[in-house]
């Protein structure tokens, strides 16, 4: 089938982007979905600093590349082997398919699937081998993270799709397959904080306002938000943020938490979360900054002060357990993930998109292609 989808060329375009535009919208082939496959119409896609992160060069990717990772649609078509999924129903996207067999799938969502990482870093469907699902003329393009959300349909495996019912809206529902199953799933199932201890929050953009969401929803001790843009210690105190600091009032006033979380994807955001962590606490660490960055800490500090450092990628999470969980503490209305969305446009703004976002002006941005 033809689709329209936005296509990323060439890495490296710089900054703004609505002049340099990197992505074009064109339209594009779609091929039926393979046995194990869904054929998905998206009705919401969430811009992300790892979108981002690949038009700039930071994440290293195949191109042409369809971009998009976090969405939610509807399915309008399944393969021969998908049986637990009809047409017409709500769906989630989750950009870290699980095979359910591999020795990293057995870790309770601690490590990343490793044929899942494999497929996704060579820009492939789980299982598709070298084949794409996304075709220019006779030009293969690859997909995004197994999702390629940046279109209004996309091919996907099942193991990359959670259903979530239609009482849920599209663009809330899109939010909770990547920015809260990250956030939320580093404080539940990484941090696991536990009976009154303080979390803080370290970067505030779409993920770590999910994560602040979720502390928040858990309702543990105080949560504290940490970031250099006063517009979001504002949105965060809105949200319910109980405090909130700039790195560096953090850094003056000494303030430690023994549960602290990086959400920035920055070596700088990191050492001031380790150094905000209180003795014997946590430091959580989600961001992906450059692959080259590096972050100086004392070694002496994490023995001396029995610290621990925990990696945690895509929240360390189990998306057909976790997601569901979010769903319901939404309609519970203690996870009102509505109030992170700050702008929607359609597909044909993608690029502007890129620029607030990448201006730190956002929280999330959903895309209606």
């Known amino acids: 089938m033809l689709i329209r989808g936005a296509v990323l060329d060439e890495r490296g375009a710089e900054a703004p982007y609505a002049e340099s535009r990197p992505l074009r919208i064109t339209e594009l082939q779609l091929d039926d979905p393979g046995p194990d496959e869904v054929l998905v119409r998206i009705t919401a896609a969430g811009v992300c ?4 992160s690949v038009i700039d060069g930071n994440r290293p990717r195949p191109t042409p590349m369809l971009l998009g990772h976090e969405a939610a649609g509807v399915v309008e078509a399944t393969g021969g082997n998908v049986t637990d999924l009809e047409p017409g ?4 996207a989750v950009f870290l398919p699980r095979c359910g067999e591999c020795a990293h799938c057995r870790t309770d969502g601690k490590l990343p699937c490793i044929p899942g990482t494999e497929s996704n870093n060579a820009g492939y469907l789980l299982g598709a081998g070298t084949t794409t699902r996304i ?5 293969p393009v690859y997909h995004h993270i197994g999702v390629s959300c940046f279109a209004t349909h996309a091919v996907m495996h099942r193991k990359s799709l959670v259903p979530v019912s239609a009482d849920v809206p599209a663009a809330s529902a899109a939010v909770l397959g990547c920015a809260v199953l990250t956030g939320g799933g ?10 009154g201890e303080d979390i803080m929050i370290v970067g505030l953009g779409g993920v770590g306002m999910a994560a602040l969401l979720v502390a928040l929803s858990e309702g543990s001790g105080s949560v504290i938000g940490v970031d250099a843009n006063p517009e979001k210690l504002q949105r965060a105190r809105e949200l319910g943020a109980h405090q909130t600091y700039t790195p560096q009032e953090l850094a003056e006033q000494g303030v430690r938490a023994p549960v602290v ?3 920035a994807g920055h070596p700088k955001a990191f050492e001031t979360a380790f150094e905000a962590t209180a003795v014997g606490g946590r430091t959580v660490t989600i961001g992906l900054p450059h692959p080259d960055a590096r972050s100086a800490i004392s070694p002496t500090t994490i023995t001396g002060e029995a610290r621990t450092i925990i990696g945690c990628y895509l929240g360390s999470s189990v998306p057909e357990r976790d997601i569901p969980r979010y769903a319901q503490a939404w309609r ?20 502007e998109a890129m620029d607030t976002l990448a201006r ?3 929280v999330r941005q959903i895309i209606r292609p």
């Open 49 to 52: 600093h790892s979108d981002l």
């Open 261 to 263: 979380i990086e959400c």
């Open 89 to 92: 129903e709500q769906v989630v």
């Open 360 to 362: 730190g002006e956002a």
């Open 135 to 139: 075709h220019e003329g006779d030009r």
């Open 332 to 351: 519970e209305g203690r996870l009102p993930v509505e109030k992170l969305i700050t702008a929607e446009m359609p597909l044909e703004e993608i690029n």
């Open 186 to 195: 580093a404080v539940i199932n990484a941090a696991q904080p536990g009976p």
